[in-house]
């Protein structure tokens, strides 16, 4: 696909300028349609060949057609100096979805010669950084959606819940994962009222990511890592989003890291609520899981280990 004119191509010479050099001039844009996830919206990654000083060399951008909530969390965090793409919003204030062009962050990246020791610490200390950066904030963040009662409800009974009981009616979903049906059933009924104390403790309000799948922390220049896809961030509590980045032995260190930035959270209460947080999104993650699980045997292993973040 050929991409020439338009909105686009104005938004990413701005971009372009801006982060990459304020004298360069593009020459070429190759524009790919790309997938990624159910609510990705007119998402391309452009090819851009640039000139500036006589020289030209490639580079990569992304586009997307992104919310409001996303286009403004990314402004805020880029102003912040938190680890997400350079990013320019056509029109940061539209309640409408709108253009957003952010940097093609694993454009370089060699996956398969990573130190993953190296990386998961820098991707805790980035995380804290952010939440530690916009903890009790509710007025300034009064924008952004709320975690509460009716979304968790929302998440387990309205998401969840159907693609729980259409699976248990699957032979092939009983053969293989039977052994925990009946104790996901025992803790799905009781995890709304038991996550309540998390939602609530507004000790540990803060600008949250709330959908950390894999897919959203992408590894830059073998170096770093940084958080994109910010859809459905909200205003609620970091434990929110710690259990699907940091398991349980990991826990404790995310809180040691939280403490060096001077945000201390006693142990007893983090480690009960941790558990709590962690089952409620093993629930909500393996909702995909359940229906492509039938059709891609190879997500077996993600789903195994979202029904082991509900039962450990």
Not at 3 to 12: D, W
Not at 146 to 174: C, S
Not at 282 to 299: I, K, V
Request: one cysteine or more; charged letters at 25%.
């Amino acid at each position: 696909m050929r991409f020439e004119i338009g909105g686009e191509m104005s938004l990413i010479e701005e971009t372009v300028r801006e982060f990459l050099c304020e004298t360069a001039r593009v020459l070429d844009i190759e524009s790919t349609p790309l997938q990624s996830g159910y609510q990705a919206v007119d998402l391309f990654r452009h090819r851009i060949l640039v000139e500036s000083e006589g020289r030209q060399e490639y580079s990569s951008v992304i586009t997307k057609m992104a919310n409001e909530i996303e286009r403004r969390v990314m402004n805020r965090l880029m102003d912040q100096g938190a680890n997400v793409p350079f990013n320019r919003a056509g029109n940061l204030d539209s309640d409408h979805r709108g253009l957003l062009c952010i940097q093609d962050v694993d454009y370089q990246t060699d996956y398969q010669n990573l130190d993953i020791a190296m990386l998961q610490h820098k991707e805790m200390q980035a995380l804290a950084y952010i939440h530690n950066r916009n903890r009790g904030l509710q007025e300034e963040l009064a924008w952004l959606p709320r975690v509460n009662r009716a979304y968790i409800e929302t998440i387990i009974h309205g998401l969840w819940k159907p693609a729980w009981e259409e699976a248990k009616h699957n032979e092939r979903f009983v053969e293989t994962f039977g052994t925990y049906i009946s104790e996901v059933n025992a803790i799905s009924g009781k995890i709304v009222d038991e996550l309540e104390a998390v939602w609530k403790d507004e000790t540990t309000h803060t600008l949250i990511h709330n959908d950390l799948n894999p897919g959203n922390v992408l590894v830059h220049d073998n170096d770093d890592v940084m958080f994109i896809d910010w859809e459905e961030a909200r205003y609620g509590s970091l434990l929110l989003d710690i259990p699907m980045r940091v398991d349980r032995s990991q826990a404790g260190e995310y809180r040691e890291v939280l403490a060096s930035l001077g945000w201390v959270l006693p142990a007893d209460t983090f480690e009960q609520r941790y558990r709590a947080a962690s089952r409620y999104l093993g629930l909500r993650y393996m909702t995909w899981s359940l229906g492509a699980w039938l059709q891609d045997p190879g997500t077996e292993g993600g789903l195994r280990r979202y029904l082991d973040m509900v039962i450990v």
